[in-house]
């Protein structure tokens, strides 16, 4: 019902930038939920940054002040820049969609923060 499509990961050196894009199509509801997760490996898949909507957005406290989650409605299209990286930020990342009666994942795409 709803397909998304990740782009922009890749490897980057500590200190470095990313942009990473979550496009989405199908039978969209306007009003949802739409996110980051991500997952190292040997560990559990965690909440980036989620987004509303509206607008509303959330973070997780180790990416505060570092990270910037966007959207446009228009494109159906959530973004997430990635400043300051650090090597703990090595991970797959992977798109949510949420609304009132589903939810969807994106394939993921890495992100390796190394020298």
């Known amino acids: 019902q709803v397909q998304l499509v990740e782009s922009g990961g890749g490897l980057v050196q500590p200190g470095g930038s990313l942009r990473l894009s979550c496009a989405a199509s199908g039978s969209i509801n306007s009003i949802n939920i739409m996110g980051w997760y991500r997952q190292a490996p040997g560990k559990q898949r965690e909440l980036v940054a989620h987004i509303t909507s509206g607008g509303s957005t959330n973070y997780a406290s180790s990416v505060k002040g570092r990270f910037t989650i966007s959207r446009d409605n228009a494109k159906n299209t959530v973004y997430l820049q990635m400043n300051s990286l650090k090597p703990e930020d090595t991970a797959v990342y992977f798109c949510?969609?949420?609304?009132?009666?589903?939810?969807?994942w994106g394939q993921g795409t890495q992100v390796t923060v190394s020298s």
């Open positions: 949510n969609f949420w609304n009132l009666r589903s939810n969807y």
